[in-house]
């Protein structure tokens, strides 16, 4: 993935102890969040417990845990050795938790980060599903300021890459492309079959996609950005 700032994310976390990346599909949620954990976990005096949304398809955090395959309860985790560190959970996708309606693990977790100041949180949602998941979490986020809006890379960001990867130019001059490239998913796979690419005359984005699909996900690499 192509690195974005996370100096706003951090500050947010740091200040907030909440920070809910939201955007529309393939705009780098996923990917500001991952480098907003490694950052976090660049400190020895921080930990992070990491959940996909389904894992929280439970009733209590306990389940929950168990489901993603931690050994301990999160009153060990909290009271332990690790008591003195501070601990980020993360969790990924969380539309599909608002779609299934399973807020049980999820409002138990949120009721103990509001309490606990050593304890904070990090989640991906597209934002399609954010209007929903602030009114069925209302009275228990940790904070109503915790919100980080994922945009498109800007023009000053695509001029940073031209100077990074000078071997994207002739697609980023590409008019037929300016849009789609602007998308950090699409940009992404670009940088991976720039030479296929650069072969096509003419290339506008309905090519682009159908080459992308062919070269990287029949190849074999069928994920999506979110």
């Known amino acids: 993935h192509i690195p974005r700032q996370i100096n706003n994310a951090r500050t947010l976390l740091k200040q907030e ?51 993603a395959n931690y050994s301990a309860n ?29 807020g049980g693990a999820f409002g138990e977790l949120l009721a103990l980060i509001k309490t606990n100041r050593r304890l904070s949180l990090v989640v991906t949602i597209r934002s399609f599903f954010l209007q929903k998941f602030k009114i069925f979490f209302q009275y228990e986020l940790p904070s109503v300021d915790g919100f980080f809006p994922v945009q498109d890379f800007s023009d000053e960001e695509i001029l940073q890459i031209r100077q990074q990867i000078p071997d994207l130019e002739p697609l980023l001059d590409n008019q037929k492309l ?29 090519e682009f ?18």
């Open 17 to 67: 102890r909440m920070v809910v990346f939201h955007g529309k599909a393939g705009v780098g949620k996923s990917a500001l969040a991952k480098g907003l954990i490694e950052d976090v976990e660049g400190d020895p005096d921080n930990i992070v417990i990491a959940f996909t949304a389904e894992q929280l398809f439970h009733p209590t955090l306990n389940d929950a845990l168990v489901n």
């Open 178 to 206: 300016n849009h789609l490239l602007h998308t950090p998913y699409y940009l992404d796979k670009a940088v991976r079959i720039y030479p296929q690419l650069l072969k096509v005359d003419n290339l506008d984005g309905a």
């Open 74 to 102: 999160v009153n060990q985790f909290i009271n332990s050795s690790l008591s003195r560190k501070k601990i980020v959970f993360w969790v990924e996708s969380f539309e599909k938790l608002v779609e299934a309606g399973f």
């Open 209 to 226: 996609k159908s080459l992308m699909w062919e070269v990287i996900v029949e190849a074999g690499d069928s994920s999506r950005g979110n």
